[in-house]
């Protein structure tokens, strides 16, 4: 982004900017979580729910010790690439990038020592003794993961969003995939499934190594430098508190189960789990190349600007999400029974209430990287605690009486309640928000039209499970038609369609 720009000229780049890197890491992401599903799909068909349920635990542990052991450093270190490259001050970027290399040696390596330690008195929790060589397996994932995900988070600080698309998301699925099908293939085991994974993540850092020593975007060797380890710390803490807080407002439910239920039945949630996931992939594939441009904005002051990006990337990624969300929010139990099994249909309901909690997210926009770019990680710290209090109190309450119905409406009414607060401390705060008259039409004609199509589609379910294929484009379609026939359509709108064909046409012609 240049000074010599007009303001329209710099939203257009901008727009330009969002909409390429978002296409390419919705790609990205589109490769993951498909494959990730097959992955777990392959899982749920080779293994009983009960082994199943042990991975999603051991998962979602691993998860939380990277949390603690990346300490908010791959968001913060992006964002202080990004604002200071805005500055063109080139000494502090490389200051960032040495500084955050220092930090993360030290976190991963006592983290991982801890989760050695602890996997035992883990197991225990849960009164689950399989968990424990679950746990320790998995141990070996967190300096594989926490590596990959900040050399790329670099690449993004500097607005190129394909290192993140190929390796965190492509390249690492893909081998997650083979390994474990091929592993699957040769033993019916848990732990097959385990060790897959350690592998698949070592042979993906060591592609991510040799990439970055050939393509690095900025030159370190004998060059100046300027620390910032303070300001980051400073930055980063409370962005890692958030961040925690924030994932254990998904993953609580899961680990209540775990408390509360037996093993079988938190694979049988997971089950419903997994295609609720699938709703966030477009507001997550926006946000990770959003946040840099919205940091440079807010570097140069331009907080109309940013409006302006803001509106439009909300309104087109929730165009995209509301086809999926209204098929399997209409037809649960049809998606579960198809392709996951009978057995996974008792959990209709609660992928309905999942798929609510996370509908709300998609509303509202990224509101959490508005916040990031603004430097109020304190906020989201905030809003993380309060909705994850409510969460465990309604764990509480609800899993021991109504079980995996009971731990998803306590997700989905924490989730809701987290993205109302997101988006009503960027209104008052910053004046932000995306409920122009043009973002509610066309939402409100593809909702009327949904329902009333809702009889005949599921006329065409009786005749065939697999017409629910189909659902997806011919939804996306009309939406688009409402926008266009409603007038719905703004400059910014053009800028960003026009970005998203190019990217689209350049993927095409680069695999022909």
């Known amino acids: 982004m240049n000074d010599h720009l007009t303001p329209e000229e710099q939203i257009q780049k901008s727009l330009v900017s969002v909409a390429k890197g978002g296409t390419l890491i919705l790609a990205g992401m589109f490769v993951s979580q498909l494959l990730g599903f097959v992955r777990q799909f392959t899982v749920v068909r080779f293994l009983s729910p009960e082994d199943f349920g042990y991975i999603s635990l051991g998962m979602i542990l691993t998860d939380i010790f990277i949390l603690l052991a990346t300490v908010g ?24 990038i040495i500084s955050t290399a220092k930090i993360l040696v030290a ?33 070996m994932l967190i300096p594989l993961y926490v590596f990959i995900d900040i050399v790329t988070s670099f690449f993004l600080g500097f607005e190129r969003a394909g290192p993140k698309a190929i390796f965190q998301r492509m390249l690492l699925s893909v081998a997650c995939l ?7 293939l040769i033993k019916r085991d848990l732990y097959s499934v385990v060790l897959a994974m350690v592998l698949a993540y070592t042979l993906v850092a060591g592609a991510a190594s040799f990439y970055i020593v050939k393509r690095f975007p ?49 694979g049988i949630y997971n089950g419903a789990f997994i295609f609720s996931v699938f709703l ?32 439009s990337a909300t309104k087109w990624l929730f165009l995209a999400t509301l086809p999926l969300f209204l098929i399997l929010f209409m037809f649960p139990r049809t998606v579960l029974d198809m392709i996951l099994g009978g057995r996974y249909s008792e959990a209709a309901v609660a992928l309905q209430l999942l798929c609510v909690g996370e509908f709300v997210s998609t509303l509202v926009g990224p509101t959490a990287m508005t916040l990031v770019a603004y430097g109020r990680a304190n906020l989201l710290m905030l809003k993380s605690a309060i909705a994850l209090a409510a969460d465990v109190i309604l764990n509480i309450l609800l899993i021991p009486r109504f079980g995996i119905t009971g731990a998803a409406l306590a997700s989905c009414i924490a989730l809701a309640l987290a993205n109302i607060v997101e988006t009503l401390l960027i209104y008052f705060i910053y004046g932000i ?42 939804l996306l379609g009309l939406g688009i038609a409402a926008t266009v026939i409603s007038r719905s359509l703004e400059p910014s709108d053009r800028y960003f369609i026009d970005a998203v064909l190019r990217k689209l046409k350049s993927i095409r012609s680069a695999g022909a």
Do not use: C
Request: aromatic share 14%; charged share 10%.
């Open 280 to 311: 966030a992939s477009f507001l997550h594939a926006i946000g990770v190349i959003y946040m840099p441009v919205a940091s440079t904005f807010v570097a140069r002051g331009q907080h109309a600007e940013l409006q302006v990006v803001y509106r």
């Open 218 to 266: 900025v030159r370190m060797r004998g060059e100046g430098r300027v620390s910032s380890t303070f300001s980051l710390i400073k930055f980063s803490l409370p962005l890692f508190a958030s961040t925690a807080l924030s994932y254990l407002v998904y993953q609580i439910d899961t680990l209540m189960l775990g408390y509360y239920m037996t093993a079988d039945m938190v």
């Open 73 to 96: 450093l791959n968001v913060g270190s992006q964002r202080y690439i990004a604002f200071y490259k805005g500055r063109g001050d080139m000494d502090r970027v490389r200051g960032v």
């Open 433 to 474: 928000h995306p409920f122009g008259w043009n973002y509610i039409k066309p939402i409100l004609i593809l909702t009327s039209l949904s329902i009333a199509l809702y009889v005949p589609m599921k006329s065409l379910l009786a005749v065939s499970s697999w017409f629910l294929v189909a659902y997806y484009p011919l």
């Open 178 to 184: 083979g390994f474990v099908v091929a592993f699957l």
């Open 107 to 139: 976190s991963v390596t006592m983290v991982t020592a801890a989760v050695l330690l602890l996997a035992s008195p883990l197991a225990s929790l849960f009164e689950m003794e399989e968990m424990t060589m679950v746990i320790r397996y998995f141990a």
